[in-house]
C-alpha cells in the first residue's frame, strides 16, 4: 500500500469518527426533498466527513435496476468517462468524455480527497473527446462508435446551432463547423467565450428557442468564498451568450454550481439543477431544482434556500434580502447534474416532468444521490414527491459503486438515455 492511501485512509478513519459522534444520540437526517423542505440547522464541521465508495463498475450482462414498468439496457459500453449527451438530428448521439483533474494541493484534506476521488474513478487524465454512436439497425445498441472530435480541454456541453456546434471547454466556448451526417468534426474550432478554470470545472450549453444565444452553466471556485472574492468574480452563474456579437452577460447568480440546463415547454422557462454548498451537515443544504429568473440572485455564498444565513460568510445584507428561495429540493449533496424534461408518454406511468441524473455525494455520513430521479410537473411546476427511474448504482454494503449516473437526454427513438461515468457505459430507459 502506497503512503498516498495510507494517509487517505487515516483521514477517513478520522472522518469515520466524527460521523459517529455526530450520530451519536440523534437518528439521521431526514432528506431534504420537495417544495417545502425541512433543513436542519447547519451544523459547521469542524472535521470534513468524507465517504465515497470505491469505483467497481457493473459486470457483464450487469444493468442499473429500472422502476417498475420499465426496463434498461446498455446503449453503448466501454466508454472512457462519459459525462454528457447531445442528440444530432440525424439521430447520432454524442457523448462528450472529460473528467475532473487534480488541483493543487493546500492541505492534508485536500491531499485524502484527491486520493480518496481517484479510488472513486473521479478524478484523473481527462479523455478531452467526444464521441460520436450510431444505432443502425433499430435495436436500442449503439453499432458504431468513433471519436466524433478530439484535442479538447474539459469538454461538457454540447449544443448544435445550424451549421455550427458549439462546445464548452472549460476555459470556454468554442465553435466548429458541423457538415450535417458528418462523421466527424473537420474544420477547426474558434473560441467564443471564455471562463476561468478550476473548481467547478463543468460548462454546460443550452440553446435558446430561437438559436440566438447559448445559456452556459459556470460554477464557482470554492466552497464559499474561502478563495476570495476575486477568485469568484464571473462564477457561480448562468451566462447568456449572444452568439451573433460574442457579447455575454450574467442571465442570474448566486447558483454555487449550476450544472443541467432545460426548458419547461408550457411557460418556455428556463430550470436548473445546482450542487448546493459543503460542510453544514448531511442535509444542508439541499441540492435544488429551480426556475431560473432573469437577473435573479440564489444566494450563494451569502444565504441558501432563500434567505437562510451562512454564517461562515461575510454577509451582503441587500444580496441576502434580494435571494429567490429555489423551487425544489432533492436532498443534501446528491451532486444532482443532469437535466432533462420528459414529455408524458415517453415512459409508461410518468407525467410531465424532469428527468434528473443525481451523480452521489462524497461528503455525508450516508450516501445520498447515485440514481436517476424524476419530479412531475403540472403547470409549469413541480407538482408531486420525486420518483425514482434508475437505482442499482451502488453495491449493497455501499463500499463500492456500479456506476454514477451524469448527463440525461431523450434518445433519437424516443427512450431515456443516461450517461455514466464510471460504469463507462450510455444507458437506454424504455417501457418494459
Known amino acids: ?43 459547521p464541521q469542524a472535521v470534513p466527513t468524507l465517504k465515497m465508495p470505491t469505483a467497481r463498475g457493473f459486470d ?14 446498455a446503449f453503448a459500453t466501454g466508454l472512457e468517462h462519459p459525462r454528457w449527451l447531445h442528440v444530432l438530428p440525424n439521430g447520432d448521439v454524442l457523448a462528450a468524455e472529460s473528467m475532473t483533474q487534480p488541483g493543487p494541493v493546500r492541505s492534508a484534506f485536500d491531499f485524502a480527497i484527491y486520493s480518496t476521488m481517484k479510488r472513486a474513478a473521479a478524478l484523473g487524465q481527462s479523455p478531452n473527446k467526444i464521441v460520436r454512436l450510431r444505432d443502425t439497425d433499430g435495436d436500442g445498441v449503439a453499432e458504431v462508435r468513433e471519436e466524433f472530435l478530439g484535442g479538447l480541454n474539459q469538454p461538457f456541453g454540447m449544443q448544435l446551432v445550424g451549421d455550427t456546434l458549439y462546445v464548452g471547454n472549460t476555459d470556454g466556448v ?40 447559448l445559456f452556459v452553466g459556470v460554477g464557482s471556485q470554492g466552497n464559499i468564498d474561502e478563495n476570495g472574492t476575486e477568485a469568484e468574480a464571473g462564477r457561480a452563474a448562468i451566462y ?18 449550476p450544472v443541467g440546463l ?33 437577473g435573479g440572485f440564489y444566494g450563494w455564498p451569502y444565504c441558501y434556500w432563500g434567505q437562510t444565513v451562512d454564517d461562515r460568510v461575510k454577509q451582503d445584507a441587500a444580496k441576502v434580502a434580494s435571494a429567490i428561495q429555489p423551487d425544489y429540493a432533492l436532498g443534501g449533496h446528491t451532486a444532482s447534474l443532469g437535466l432533462c ?53 451502488l453495491a449493497p454494503d455501499e463500499k463500492s459503486s456500479y456506476g454514477r449516473p451524469v448527463g440525461v437526454t431523450i434518445g433519437p427513438d424516443g427512450s431515456l438515455l443516461v450517461a455514466d461515468d464510471v460504469g463507462d457505459a450510455i444507458w437506454r430507459v424504455t417501457g418494459a
Open 341 to 393: 424534461w420528459l414529455p408524458a408518454g415517453t415512459l409508461p406511468g410518468f407525467p410531465d416532468g424532469m428527468v434528473i441524473g443525481q451523480h452521489g455525494s462524497w461528503n455525508r455520513s450516508n450516501l445520498s444521490g447515485y440514481r436517476v430521479a424524476f419530479v412531475p410537473f403540472t403547470d409549469g411546476k413541480p407538482s408531486g414527491p420525486l420518483r425514482e427511474i434508475l437505482t442499482g448504482f
Open 262 to 294: 432545460a426548458f419547461e415547454p408550457t411557460t418556455g422557462a428556463l430550470w436548473t439543477v445546482v450542487n448546493e454548498r459543503d460542510g453544514l451537515g448531511d442535509e444542508t443544504p439541499p441540492d435544488y431544482l429551480t426556475s431560473v429568473r432573469d
Open 240 to 257: 447568456e451568450l449572444d452568439l451573433a456579437t460574442g457579447t455575454q452577460r450574467i442571465f442570474a447568480g448566486g447558483l454555487r454550481n
Open 60 to 73: 457483464p450482462g450487469q444493468t442499473p435496476i429500472a422502476a417498475a414498468g420499465l426496463k434498461v439496457n
Open 174 to 213: 468554442f465553435a466548429y463547423p458541423y457538415d450535417h451526417g458528418a462523421a466527424r468534426v473537420a474544420g477547426p474550432g474558434k473560441r467564443v467565450s471564455t471562463y476561468k478554470t478550476g473548481g467547478h470545472w463543468t460548462r454546460s450549453l443550452l440553446a435558446s428557442r430561437d438559436g440566438s444565444k
Open 1 to 43: 500500500m502506497g503512503s498516498t492511501d495510507i494517509f487517505a485512509r487515516i483521514v477517513a478513519l478520522i472522518g469515520a469518527g466524527a460521523i459517529l459522534m455526530r450520530r451519536w444520540g440523534r437518528d439521521l437526517a431526514t432528506p431534504a426533498v420537495g417544495p417545502k423542505p425541512v433543513i436542519p440547522a447547519a451544523a
